[in-house]
């Protein structure tokens, strides 16, 4: 089945953890790799984790490279894999997915071909405080035939999802709590190899 058909489904953790790696940097491009599986049914890629990656320097490939290469063996031990990439733009009114994001997400098809890409949307995301709407403050990008991102337009009968139908409420919940103070992105660990870049204790 190519991704022209699979359905992606993000789960409430990976979903909120993306999410406030972003707010943790509000002025800076940030970015994260998505971990997941393909369903056992096949329709369906499962993402079920999330790893904040970089808040400086994104373009920089030693890097990347270096952070790919450690989540890779992690979460290959636990039967997962990489399955996306997930981008937020540096400006709030930016939601075109640059080339950067193009050029990781190119890379990333390479190893798991059905790769998705999630655009942070900032005006959902500001929107959210007032509208409590359930649905993910995401853009869903997958490679066409021609092996060109492509926004996947969510309508009734959404190929993106989120697992947990509260998400947004849990989210707002801890914005309101300033719980993005907590979040290790791969740039901190770099920095301080005493921070954990798995965030193991972010949600207890």
């Known amino acids: 089945m190519g991704s022209s058909d699979l359905r992606y489904e993000v789960a409430q953790n990976a979903y909120i953890k993306l999410i406030l790696h972003s707010l943790k940097h509000p002025t800076s491009a940030v970015n994260g790799i998505l971990i997941g599986r393909i369903s056992p049914s096949n329709d369906t890629v499962e993402i079920v984790d999330a790893v904040p990656l970089f808040h400086s320097h994104i373009p920089l490939l030693p890097q990347l490279e270096i952070s790919l290469i450690l989540i890779e063996e992690y979460f290959s031990a636990k039967g997962l894999n990489i399955v996306g990439y997930f981008h937020a733009n540096e400006r709030s009114d930016d939601n075109e997915l640059g080339g950067v994001a193009k050029?990781?997400?190119?890379?990333?098809c390479r190893y798991f071909p059905q790769a998705a890409?999630?655009?942070?949307?900032?005006k959902k995301l500001e929107a959210l405080k007032k509208s409590k709407d359930s649905s993910a403050v995401m853009q869903l990008y997958v490679r066409d035939g021609s092996k060109n991102w492509k926004l996947v337009q969510s309508d009734g009968n959404s190929r993106f999802s989120l697992k947990g139908p509260s998400a947004n409420l849990v989210l707002l919940d801890y914005i309101s709590s300033e719980k993005w103070k907590d979040v290790v992105d791969f740039d901190d660990h770099l920095d301080d190899i005493s921070k954990d870049w798995l965030n193991p204790g972010l949600f207890n």
Do not use: Q, V
Request: glycine share 8%.
């Open 117 to 122: 890409i999630l655009l942070l949307d900032n």
């Open 103 to 108: 050029n990781i997400g190119d890379h990333i």
